[in-house]
């Protein structure tokens, strides 16, 4: 071999690709058939990421010197880099088989076994690889990631930890060291190594990938974004790294972009089960539950032993109301991974809908018990377990709060479970404090998601509903709509007593208690399209005819009975029904109207107490005074010009004669009395509401009037109700409460608008 042949590998060893490269030509130049120069080329073409052009030098390379072990294992490694698999293994073992003591060659061949699938057959070679070189770095990281995807992430740990002490620059094993770090929630070390690997190799796009996970888990959305955008300049086309820019954008609330994200890491990399997932799990942020079904049973037909997939499904099954499907999933997720703490929070949140809180709090236990850092076990088993959370816990959810990358939501869950301990142990400033920054943290979070609420859109609605819905409406179609008393709609303000007030009447054999269904506004909705007009279903109220009214009276109906099949009296008691008397008087003029009425001030302190999914106003003094405005207006109009009979009930009159109440709305829907209504808390059924836990108790009177405890937070709520026109009673100087008065119907009365 020439000197100047020796020269151009010292070249190449220095990593003077160009100048290497000239010399090996030119030696080609003088001999076609030199087999390590040909080798060599192929060599820097695959350095280079020229991978076709590499398999083109090493074939010739090899076909001139079959015998030689190193152009085998190098040939491999370049038909790995075209995902040619099969033929990656078939050099990498002839390699093996020529020189069984080469370590590269172990090397070489574990990494196409690796890719094919066959980790425990990759590990052994590893393992020979390093039996046969000790310091070979490489080999210990190649190691470690073999092992990590066994899920032998302690054992994989060790190897990283031991290539970074090898080879201290090796960026590639300081980058996944750091990852790893990062899963195993040692996220201040993981930064360290991350950005290191940056360090040592800038345009390494997986390294900087890599550090952005770290920022991000770190809270530091706007420094991960920058890493993964950097690492997308150098790999445009890399899906994994779309798909972590959308994780990122999805956490800051940009769900819209964080949707494009993931939808382009899917068509550069279709059948990435992983990303499917994220992408079911921002469509489930924006509510869109039926396409979030879609893809994830898309990834578990692409990966059918996905943990999360499965349990994000049942996720969005339990939001879609199918509870059975939910729980299937919950333990199928938990069989193919015990330790994912999400998991069983989802179905201790099933359990606790189903009304059995005592699994409920052993499966958030038992979340806790895997993932002691989990906000959302510790929030739910707060908001259930009130005054009998331990002093352990408390401490717990305290330390958590302390950390200095928890995200706003989790924060929220947190703080509105505390804020419930100290209420019910009566440390009232302290669950002020944390039902304030409960809030803010909440209502941070939706702004981020464009969830915004607009309070003067709502105004202007309700005027818009009042003008539409007037006498001269109900006189234009009298005698229309269908004559069913199967509709019972229990309404109000949200945190008004429309729960317990489902519960009792549900607690009768006769009645089917829905819980709180959409479909009043969904055919209130329909209503342009069954005119064959464009305008918002409001407006098209004056252009209401009969068979439009009693289409969707019938539609209405049959998707009643589609809940259940015998019962006299179904239940709809969603608190909003409130906005659409109007339509719902006109369908059914034979329907049972209950309003549930609480007074205002303690509806308005039990709303900013409770961590609701998607009630947006419920997180500011003034959305909250300015919902209460409206619907005590609306309210007053439907007294004056609704057709039907509302029978009014009073959650304070509930509370003082239970008995009373529970035969008054029993007589009002004209079913006999049972005795079973009482024993309401008794009653096994599905409760989907913020009041799940109180309505499996006795009846109990300490939520009356406890607004006063929190006088001086409400003054900005106080202030607006004055202002207009919202007065209250004097209370009694003998018991502290506002006597009973009575309003036009002659039901007890709370707030009422001058």
């Not at 981020?448 to 818009?464: N, S």
């Not at 109007?582 to 001030?601: C, E, H, N, T």
Request: net charge negative; glycine share 6%.
């Amino acid at each position: 071999m020439s000197n100047a042949f020796y020269r151009a590998v010292e070249l190449h060893k220095q990593g003077k690709l160009d100048e290497a490269e000239l010399i090996y030509r030119q030696t080609l130049d003088d001999n076609p058939d030199n087999a390590d120069a040909l080798h060599l080329l192929g060599v820097i073409a695959h350095q280079r990421g020229q991978a076709e052009k590499a398999v083109r030098f090493m074939r010739r390379a090899v076909a001139l010197k079959p015998e030689a072990a190193v152009f085998h294992s190098n040939l491999a490694e370049a038909h790995r880099a075209l995902g040619q698999l099969p033929d990656a293994v078939s050099h990498a073992e002839k390699a093996v088989r020529l020189e069984p003591h080469n370590a590269d060659a172990h090397n070489h061949l574990a990494l196409a076994l690796q890719g094919q699938g066959r980790g425990e057959e990759a590990i052994t070679h590893f393992r020979e690889a390093i039996a046969l070189r000790p310091d070979f770095a490489l080999a210990h990281n190649n190691l470690g990631s073999a092992l990590r995807e066994q899920g032998r992430l302690e054992e994989a740990l060790g190897c990283f930890r031991e290539a970074v002490r090898l080879q201290p620059d090796l960026y590639l094993a300081r980058s996944n060291l750091g990852q790893l770090l990062l899963e195993l929630d040692q996220a201040d070390e993981a930064l360290v190594h991350c950005q290191e690997a940056v360090r040592l190799r800038p345009e390494f796009a997986e390294g900087l990938s890599n550090l952005g996970n770290v920022l991000r888990a770190q809270g530091k959305i706007d420094e991960a974004k920058e890493c993964y955008r950097r690492a997308l300049q150098l790999k445009p086309n890399e899906a994994m790294i779309h798909g972590n820019l959308g994780q990122a954008l999805q956490e800051e609330g940009n769900l819209d972009e964080a949707i494009a994200c993931y939808q382009e890491s899917l068509r550069l990399q279709p059948q990435s089960a992983r990303v499917e997932t994220f992408l079911a799990s921002a469509l489930m942020a924006k509510e869109r539950y039926a396409e979030a079904i879609e893809h994830y049973r898309k990834a578990l037909q692409l990966q059918p032993d996905h943990a999360e997939a499965r349990n994000g499904l049942g996720n969005a099954l339990q939001e879609q109301g199918d509870l059975e499907g939910a729980r299937v999933c919950y333990e199928e997720a938990l069989r193919l991974k015990p330790d994912l703490a999400e998991a069983h929070v989802n179905l201790g949140g099933l359990y606790a809908e189903l009304g059995d809180l005592e699994q409920a709090r052993r499966c958030y236990r038992e979340a806790l018990n895997h993932d002691p850092n989990n906000a959302a076990a510790y929030g739910l088993l707060a908001t259930h377990e009130r005054g009998r959370l331990s002093e352990e816990d408390v401490a717990a959810m305290h330390a958590l709060l302390q950390r200095e990358h928890l995200s706003d939501w989790r924060r929220a869950l947190l703080h509105h479970g505390l804020a419930h301990v100290y209420d019910y142990r009566g440390d009232y400033a302290a669950a002020a404090e944390h039902a304030r920054q409960a809030n803010a943290c909440r209502r941070e979070v939706w702004v981020h998601q464009g969830k915004t609420y607009h309070r003067a859109d709502h105004t202007g609605f309700v005027r818009f509903l009042s003008k539409q819905f007037s006498p001269a409406f109900f006189e234009r179609v009298r005698g229309w709509g269908v004559a069913s008393e199967l509709p019972v709609f229990v309404f109000g303000l949200p945190r008004s007593g429309t729960t317990l007030l489902e519960q009792i009447l549900a607690s009768h054999p006769q009645v089917f208690g829905a819980g709180e269904l959409t479909l009043a506004k969904e055919i209130f909705d329909r209503v342009p399209r069954l005119l064959g007009r464009e305008e918002p279903p409001a407006a098209c109220v004056p252009h209401l005819t009969r068979s439009v009214i009693e289409q969707s009276a019938q539609e209405h109906l049959r998707r009643l009975r589609g809940l259940h099949a015998k019962a006299l009296r179904i239940v709809d008691k969603m608190p909003d029904n409130y906005l659409w008397l109007g339509f719902l008087a006109a369908m059914f003029p034979s329907a049972k109207f209950i309003y549930s009425r609480r007074d205002v001030r303690d509806v308005a302190w039990s709303c900013w107490l409770t961590n609701f999914k998607q009630i947006r106003w419920a997180c500011d003094w003034e959305d909250i005074a300015w919902r209460i405005i409206c619907h005590v207006r609306l309210m007053e109009h439907w007294r004056q010009v609704l057709p039907v009979p509302m029978l009014e009930v009073s959650y304070e009159e509930t509370v003082a004669d239970l008995e009373g109440t529970a035969r008054r709305m029993i007589d009002f829907i004209g079913l006999d009395w049972d005795p079973a209504c009482v024993a309401f808390h008794q009653t096994k059924r599905v409760v989907r509401t913020a009041s799940l836990s109180q309505v499996r108790q006795p009846i109990y009177s300490r939520s009356v009037g406890r607004w006063r405890h929190y006088a001086d937070e409400l003054q900005p709520l106080l202030r607006l109700l004055a202002e207009n026109g919202i007065t209250f009673p004097e209370e009694s100087p003998e018991t502290g409460r506002a006597p009973a008065e009575r309003d036009s119907t002659g039901q007890p009365g709370g707030a009422g608008i001058g």
